[in-house]
C-alpha cells in the first residue's frame, strides 16, 4: 500500500540527479510504501536516461514521467494528480536528504494526526560544506517562514480539501500552494529537525531571474501579492491572529521581491516598482500600518528581517525611496 508520494520536478538536473535518487535509496524508511514520481520537465541534457535508468532497476519505487516543458509549477502539479499515497512529499532534483528523512516526517504526521510537519533544512555547497543550516521553533510565526514544498510532509486530503495547487506564475509558485493550506488546517506541527538538503546551486537560472526589477518581474510580485489578498479574504474559518499574519506576510512578500530584485536594479526601475507594489498593498489592506506584527517582531521572525521590512515602509511613507535608492541599487 503506498503511504507516501514523494514528487519531483526534473528540468536540466543531470549533474546531481543520482545524488538527490541515491538519497532516497538510502532512507531507514520502508520504501515498499513509498512512490517516487519523477517527471522530465522538457530536460535537454542527460536527465531522462538517468530517470529510467533507476526506474529500471527499481520499478515499484521510482515511477517516471516526460512532458515537454511547463514549469515548475504545472509539473508539481501533474505530480499531485498522480500522487497516490495518503502524504506529500516534495523534492527538487539538485537536493537530497539526510537518511532518516522520510521516517522522521512520517512519524511525526502520523503520531500527532496532522495536516501538515515542518521543519528546517541545510544549505551545502558544491564542495559539501554546510554554509546555512535553519532549523525553526514552534511557533505560529514559523508557519509563514518557509514557504518551499520541501522539508515538510502534507496529508494529500487537505490538499483535496482546499483545492491548493501552485500558482503559475513566474515568482511565489509555492509561497501560494502553501499559503492555500494555512487557511485550510490548524492541524499544523513545526520540528527541531534540518534533514532537507537544498543545494546551493550558484548557478540558479530561478534566481537569477529575480534579481531585477523589469516590468515582468513587477507584474509577477503583484500577481502574487492578489493571489495572497484574495486567499485571505477567502478564508472563512480562521482565527484574528491567523489573519494578523495572513496580512503581515503579504506586504513581507512585497517588500523581500523589491529588495532582492532591487539591488541588481536601476534607482529608476527600483522607485516605481516600490510605488506600484506599494501602492497596491495600501489599496488592498488600508490599515496595514496599524498591522502590530509590522511593529513588533513576531516570535521567530529574525529582528534583522523585522527591521529591514519596517525601515522599508518608513521610507516609503516618507517619501525618501528615492534617496534610500542612491545607496542600495547598483544597475545601470
Not at 98 to 114: F, H, K, R, S, V
Not at 115 to 127: E, N, T
Not at 299 to 311: D, I, L
Amino acid at each position: 500500500m503506498t503511504e507516501i508520494s514523494l514528487i519531483i520536478p526534473v528540468y536540466n538536473g543531470e549533474a546531481y540527479l543520482k545524488r538527490c535518487l541515491n538519497s532516497i535509496l538510502a532512507q531507514t524508511a520502508d520504501l515498499c510504501m513509498l512512490q517516487v514520481i519523477a517527471i522530465n520537465d522538457g530536460s535537454t541534457d542527460g536527465s531522462l536516461a538517468i530517470l529510467r535508468e533507476y526506474a529500471a532497476a527499481y520499478p515499484t519505487l521510482f515511477f517516471v514521467y516526460d512532458q515537454p516543458n511547463q514549469g515548475i509549477a504545472r509539473t508539481r502539479n501533474r505530480g499531485l494528480s498522480l500522487a497516490e499515497g495518503r502524504y506529500i512529499l516534495f523534492m527538487d532534483c539538485d537536493d537530497f536528504l539526510d537518511a532518516d528523512y522520510i521516517q522522521t516526517y512520517y512519524a511525526a504526521i502520523e503520531q500527532g494526526g496532522l495536516d501538515m510537519v515542518l521543519g528546517g533544512y541545510r544549505r551545502p555547497d558544491a564542495a559539501g560544506k554546510i554554509v546555512k543550516q535553519v532549523r525553526f521553533a514552534d511557533s505560529f510565526t514559523a508557519r509563514y517562514l518557509l514557504m518551499a514544498p520541501w522539508a515538510r510532509i502534507l496529508r494529500k486530503e487537505i490538499i483535496d480539501r482546499t483545492g491548493a495547487s501552485f500558482f503559475d506564475n513566474a515568482v511565489g509558485e509555492d509561497t501560494a500552494f502553501i499559503f492555500t493550506l494555512l487557511q485550510g488546517t490548524a492541524q499544523i506541527s513545526v520540528i527541531d529537525y534540518a534533514g532537507y538538503n537544498w543545494f546551493l546551486n550558484e548557478e540558479s537560472v530561478s534566481n537569477a531571474a529575480q534579481r531585477q526589477l523589469t516590468p515582468e518581474m513587477v507584474q509577477a510580485v503583484l500577481r502574487l501579492f492578489e493571489r495572497l489578498a484574495d486567499l485571505d479574504v477567502l478564508a472563512e474559518d480562521i482565527s484574528a491572529e491567523q489573519r494578523t499574519y495572513n496580512q503581515w506576510f503579504a506586504v513581507r512578500t512585497v517588500v523581500f521581491y523589491l529588495l532582492w530584485g532591487g539591488r541588481q536594479s536601476t534607482r529608476q526601475a527600483f522607485q516605481a516598482a516600490a510605488l506600484e507594489l506599494l501602492g497596491a498593498v495600501a489599496l488592498r489592506y488600508p490599515a496595514y500600518r496599524e498591522n502590530p506584527l509590522l511593529h513588533k517582531c513576531p516570535e521567530g521572525e529574525s529582528k534583522s528581517n523585522h527591521f529591514t521590512v519596517k525601515t522599508l515602509l518608513f521610507l516609503y511613507r516618507h517619501n525618501l525611496l528615492g534617496f534610500f535608492s542612491r545607496f542600495y541599487c547598483k544597475g545601470k
